[in-house]
Structures are given as structure tokens and as C-alpha cells.
């Protein structure tokens, strides 16, 4: 069944003293990036705003002016086309689209579904439907605006989320309120799983299953991978390694299909100083080939190389092999030919704050 999607960006931003619908991380901004999220699961995406101009999403203004979130939810269930609306707030960078499914599937018997933490629940990410507008708009003519209004007279659901055991910028519920939330939301990058693993033991071919299988979860990914020796990715004689023998030292390819950013080093950067550069742009970065440093890791393991493990349990997050017996782990070990269990070994951390 189709479903719709509605942003809520007509705020005030009061508390944080401008418009924060143009906060940007990296030079994306967060509405954008929300909304490329929400593609994945909604065909119709509705902002309840004006002025965005982004590819996908339709912009209705509010029919009651004022009226804060709830008058937002109005104008959003008014213009939906379908009966299910998600309904997510414009500054909540670090939207999980596998909880959103959650969500969804659990709205067939609701009018309302909620996320909640024991007696806390998160109005502004959660399923309404599109029945409730004549409650909606008995409470605005009222002059009545609080969202949890809409509770006392509707069959609502609550889905439990685990308390995040992680920073709070790092919650699927983070919302940016001040400008030391967005300074603070800037200063981490997403988690990071390095795929590590003896020479030749499959590491590409193991991740080139582990990305769908996390991409059709919901995840979106950033993956970097580690040379130990000199690479070259600029083609002598192109325009670009031209000018870059003439000196420039960052030279920029750009498309309307991708960006290359060629940059001279003087020395390799760590992952530490590399993840900040994905920041707002994905929810999770793979890595193969970093055998050291501090990301958690997932060891591919061969039965054809009968090695002694490469990591001490304790910097692993989960091994993936064919020899499962072969060495006792405390970690979880799971098959190397099917990635599924490890997306969502993975996803259920990403819930629980568990990976830093």
C-alpha cells in the first residue's frame, strides 16, 4: 500500500534564532537530505512549508497559520494522497528509515503510532492518518495546538525504543532546538564497521553483499576504501590531470551524476580526520582493508586459509566466515555467504546507539 510523507518546516525557529531549514552538513541541507531518505519507502513527499525547491517533494502552505505542529500535520494530511502519512520534523538529521518501517507496519490498527521511551514519546516522527483531520481542525478552529490533544480520542499505538546508550547526537530522535546542538550534531560523523581481513579472504565480495542488503533496510551508506599502496584514479592526458600537473591542488570533477575530488597529500589521513566529510549525508560508513584503529570491526574468516584470527574479540563486532568453528568467539559469527544476518545484526545496533 502506498503511503505519504510530510515534512513539517514551518517553524518560527525561535529557540535557535534563524531559519534552520538551511542548515547544511557538508554542504547539504538537512531538509534535503530527510527528504532523499523518505524516497526510498514514499512515493508522495510533502513539505509543509514553502521556498525549498527540492526534486520529489511537493510544498503546501499551512490553511491555518500559527498553529505550530499540529496546524503543520493539518496541511500535510490535506494535500496526502494516501490514508498512512509519516510525519517527521525538518531538523531531525538522523532519520532511521528501518524504524520508519516499523512504524508503517504497525499502523494498520491505529490512528496514530508513536515511538516511545518508557513515558516520553516523539510526536513529530511518528504515523497519523489522514481520517483524523475533522479532529485536527474541531481542536484549530478551538484555538487548541498541542499535538498530544490528538491522543485522548484516538486509538494510538506506541512502538518502544530502546533508551540510546550513545551520545544524543547520535539518536534517531536527535532535533536541532539551538545552535549548540548543531554545533555539537557537526562535530560527529556516522558510525563507522571496518571489514577487515587477511589477503585474498574476500572482503570486496563479502561487502558487495552486505551494501543492498543494508541499502534495502534503509541504510544509507558511505564506504572508504583503504590503500596501502599509491593509487591513481586521474588519467594522464584528461583535462583533469592537466591541470593538475599544472599545479592545482584540489582539482574537482563535477557532473550532474557524481563529484571526484582529487586533493594532493602530504601525508594519509586517518579515519578520524576522513568520516567527518559524511556527516549528515549517510547513517552508517563500511571500510575495508583499516586492520587498526578504533572502529569496530567485522573479520572475514576462509576455511581454505586455517589462520589464527587477525582481531582479539574485543575490537570486533561480529566475524563472517565459513569455518565458524574453527576458533571460539565471544563475538557473533555468521555465515559468509549470506549477508542478511549481518544487516540485521547491524541494524539492531544502529538502533541501540551501539556503534560509535
Not at 40 to 51: C, T
Not at 59 to 67: F, H, L, Q
Not at 161 to 168: C, F, R
Request: glycine fraction near 8%; charged fraction near 25%.
Amino acid at each position: 500500500m502506498d503511503n505519504s510523507a510530510i515534512i513539517l518546516a514551518g517553524g518560527k525557529s525561535r529557540r535557535f534564532g534563524s531559519d534552520k531549514t538551511a542548515l547544511e552538513i557538508n554542504g547539504v541541507r538537512i531538509i534535503e537530505a530527510i527528504s532523499e531518505k523518505l524516497k526510498l519507502f514514499f512515493p508522495e513527499i510533502i513539505i509543509a512549508g514553502s521556498g525549498f525547491n527540492i526534486p520529489g517533494a511537493r510544498e503546501v502552505p499551512d490553511i491555518y497559520r500559527g498553529a505550530g505542529p499540529l496546524g503543520g500535520i493539518h496541511a500535510g494530511l490535506s494535500a496526502a494522497s494516501n490514508e498512512v502519512c509519516f510525519v517527521v520534523a525538518c531538523d531531525m538529521p538522523n532519520l532511521y528509515m528501518p524504524f520508519v518501517k516499523s512504524l508503517l507496519d504497525a499502523s494498520a490498527d491505529c490512528d496514530i503510532v508513536l515511538p516511545a521511551t518508557g513515558e516520553y514519546v516523539q510526536p513529530l516522527c511518528a504515523v497519523y492518518k489522514k481520517k483524523l483531520l475533522p479532529l485536527i481542525e474541531r481542536l484549530l478552529a478551538q484555538n487548541i495546538r498541542p499535538v498530544s490533544k490528538l491522543y485522548e480520542t484516538s486509538k494510538v499505538c506506541h512502538i518502544e525504543v530502546p533508551q540510546n546508550k550513545g551520545n544524543p547526537e547520535n539518536n534517531m530522535f536527535f532535533n536541532i532546538n539551538y545552535r549548540g546542538d548543531f554545533e555539537m550534531y557537526k562535530k560527529n560523523a556516522p558510525p563507522v564497521l571496518s571489514i577487515v581481513g587477511f589477503s585474498d579472504s574476500g572482503k570486496t565480495t563479502y561487502l558487495e553483499k552486505l551494501i543492498p542488503a543494508l541499502k534495502k533496510k534503509g541504510i544509507k551508506l558511505g564506504v572508504i576504501k583503504h590503500d596501502a599502496h599509491y593509487f591513481e584514479i586521474d588519467v594522464p592526458g584528461k583535462d583533469s590531470w592537466r591541470l593538475t600537473q599544472a599545479g592545482a591542488d584540489i582539482m574537482v570533477i563535477s557532473s550532474p551524476a557524481k563529484i571526484a575530488v582529487l586533493e594532493k597529500w602530504e601525508r594519509e589521513e586517518n579515519l578520524s580526520q576522513i568520516t567527518p566529510r559524511f556527516q549528515g549525508k549517510v547513517d552508517l560508513i563500511l571500510t575495508e582493508g583499516y586492520k587498526r584503529g578504533g572502529a569496530l570491526k567485522i573479520e572475514i574468516r576462509r576455511a581454505e586459509k586455517r589462520r589464527e584470527p587477525l582481531c582479539e574479540d574485543s575490537e570486533l563486532f561480529a566475524v563472517a566466515g565459513d569455518c565458524v568453528s574453527e576458533h571460539e568467539s565471544s563475538v557473533p559469527m555468521l555465515p559468509l555467504d549470506d549477508a542478511e544476518p549481518m544487516a540485521e545484526l547491524i541494524i539492531e545496533a544502529l538502533k541501540k546507539g551501539d556503534l560509535k
